[in-house]
């Protein structure tokens, strides 16, 4: 419901490129980023002081009601601060590697890294060349950046559920697979879940 949230607000924003428009795509995106740490932020790096799933929902909202008042003070800054998130979100993927041999997961991880570098660099020279992108009339990097961002995002998530898996259900082993198949140059990669044979 949040991403589709999210994506609705994103097709009003760039339908009427209203104020309005603006604040409720960076907020729908906010909102999505709460409920996904919520829910898939690992408990082992929870700060000390929060020692239950409970505790850290209410230190979620709390901390996502304070940002989205404070996207009203100067709402040019949102989309920098949002864009900020995938920051921790690559330290925590790196974190995660160093304890990981899977190279399948290596991999996913690289792939979703470079769709994330070819996106954030479409992002940032849509924003700060853009009058040279008019003056060649080549307005398309903001374009760019949607469609590299969401590929980039297709990699993310199976790996944010093959490390919840790991910590959440350590009696299955999660394995990640591609759709079509491993061949293919673009692919829709996934989980499965192994449960191993148990012996009475």
Request: net charge positive.
């Amino acid at each position: 419901v949040p991403l589709l949230l999210a994506g609705l607000f994103s097709m009003y924003f760039h339908m009427t490129l209203s104020y309005v428009g603006q604040l409720l795509d960076e907020l729908s995106i906010l909102w999505t980023l709460a409920v996904a740490y919520s829910f898939w932020y690992p408990q082992a790096y929870f700060p000390k002081c929060i020692k239950t799933r409970r505790h850290f929902f209410w230190l979620t909202g709390i901390t996502t009601i304070i940002s989205t008042l404070m996207s009203f003070v100067k709402p040019t800054l949102n989309a920098y601060a949002l864009n900020c998130i995938a920051f921790h979100l690559l330290y925590l993927t790196w974190k995660e590697l160093k304890k990981c041999n899977d190279k399948r997961v290596h991999r996913m991880a690289a792939v979703m890294v470079m769709w994330w570098v070819l996106a954030i660099t479409s992002w940032i020279s849509d924003r700060w060349l853009c009058w040279l992108w008019q003056a060649i009339n080549f307005p398309y990097f903001h374009s760019f950046w949607h469609v590299l961002i969401a590929l980039s995002l297709l990699y993310c998530c199976p790996l944010v559920i093959y490390f919840d898996v790991s910590y959440e259900m350590p009696s299955f082993k999660p394995k990640l697979e591609y759709w079509p198949s491993d061949s293919w140059p673009v692919v829709v990669p996934y989980v499965t879940l192994e449960e191993p044979h148990k012996q009475c």
